[in-house]
Structures are given as structure tokens and as C-alpha cells.
């Protein structure tokens, strides 16, 4: 056995009314050697294509005519080993942004997405870390709701000094190993200080303490 084959391989399931949609994520993310496509469907299928194959992560379209995307995230949020949940969205879609953060997805990825950040977006989402594109960063920070800097500068004033400068590069979409240098700290450290912010905070995962470290003017806040 190589230790290609050694290494176990990131499951992934494509959830997308368009077949030709489907067609070219999986052959994007099918030629990376740590990817394995498990399958693709539309949203009517996606939680018993869940419970079949068992992907590490899910890519879900948002606008699907037989069952939103919003609906098939809450399902899949709703089984007892949710996976991580990655939204397709593009740029007429952001009224939905909101609500898919709260429900908990992972990751925001439009579908013009560079194949490469394609590649390395699923591997983030798949071990926590999330990804945020900065144009749906801006989106985000159009519909924020009027008491929503207030109650995020609460929530943020409970950080420790080390805590608050990390939720600042968590915020810039750093990943562990970039804060780490940054900070001149090992990674391991670095997910202990964001576990500890992200329970602090209350958020249920990396992209929703992104969300609120940029709604409290904390975005740049890290030393270079």
C-alpha cells in the first residue's frame, strides 16, 4: 500500500439542482489526491445521500426548486453525526446568507470559485477551520441587523487580550497554521485560544466568530 492509499481520503457530496453544476465540482474535486466525490444529487435526495455514503463534507447549492438549500441545511444539521456543510452560492443570493450562518454552515464558496481555492476551501470546511469568500464577507456585512454590532461588542469585551487577537485573524480568514506564525505560537495552541473564543462567544463555529469579529470593527485589529 502507498501512503497516497494509506491516508484517508475527504469525502464529499455535491448537492446541486443543475447536472452540469455537479458535473464540473466533481471533476474539480476529483482530481485532488484527498478528495473522494461519494456523490452528487439534488436536494430531495441529499439526506438520505447523507445517511448512505456519509461525506466529511457536503457542498449545497442554495436556490434548488424541489427543496431550498436553507431546508436541506437544517435537516442535515438535525442528524445525530451532522457532516460540515459548505454553501454554493452566487451573487443574487444573499438574502439567504444570514439565516445559512445561523443554522451553522461551515462555508460560503461561490460557484466562480478558482478551482485551486475550490480544492483548499473543502479541505478547511472539512476540518472545522470554514471559509468565508470575501465577497460574500461584504454581502454579509450589508444585512446586518440594527442591534447586531452592540450585542457582538458585549459578547467580544469577554475575550481575553490574546483571545481578541485571535478572533481578529480568525476574522481575516487566517487559517490555525497562519495565526500560529503570526502569533509565534504553535497550531495546537491556536485551536485551543478558537475553541475557547468560540464558546465564549456563544457561535457555533468558526465562520459565525468571523462574522461577528468584522461586525465589531475588529477585522485588521491583529499585529502583521
Known amino acids: 500500500m502507498t501512503p497516497a492509499e494509506a491516508t484517508p481520503r475527504l469525502r464529499v457530496l455535491i448537492v446541486d439542482d443543475e447536472a452540469l453544476i455537479r458535473s464540473g465540482l466533481a471533476m474539480i474535486l476529483g482530481s485532488a489526491p484527498d478528495i473522494t466525490v461519494v456523490a452528487t444529487c439534488g436536494g430531495a435526495e441529499a439526506v438520505s445521500a447523507v445517511r448512505e455514503t456519509r461525506p466529511h463534507v457536503v457542498l449545497l447549492d442554495v436556490r434548488m426548486p424541489d427543496v431550498d438549500g436553507l431546508t436541506v441545511l437544517r435537516r442535515l444539521r438535525q442528524l445525530s453525526r451532522p457532516p460540515q456543510v459548505a454553501i454554493l452560492t452566487t451573487f443574487d443570493t444573499d438574502e439567504y446568507l444570514g439565516e445559512a450562518l445561523r443554522l451553522g454552515a461551515a462555508g460560503f464558496l461561490l460557484k466562480d470559485t478558482d478551482p485551486d481555492v475550490l480544492v483548499r476551501s473543502v479541505r478547511a470546511v472539512a476540518t472545522g477551520a470554514g471559509c468565508l469568500s470575501s465577497s460574500v ?88
Open 137 to 224: 464577507v461584504r454581502r454579509l456585512q450589508q444585512h446586518r441587523p440594527p442591534a447586531a454590532a452592540t450585542q457582538a461588542a458585549k459578547a467580544v469585551s469577554e475575550l481575553t487580550p490574546r483571545e481578541r487577537e485571535v478572533l481578529a485573524y480568525v476574522g481575516e480568514g487566517l487559517s490555525n497554521a497562519e495565526i500560529g506564525a503570526r502569533m509565534h505560537i504553535g497550531v495546537a495552541t491556536v485551536k485551543d485560544y478558537v475553541k475557547a473564543v468560540v464558546s465564549k462567544l456563544g457561535v457555533a463555529n468558526r465562520i459565525q466568530a468571523a462574522v461577528l469579529a468584522d461586525r465589531v470593527g475588529l477585522v485588521g485589529e491583529g499585529r502583521p
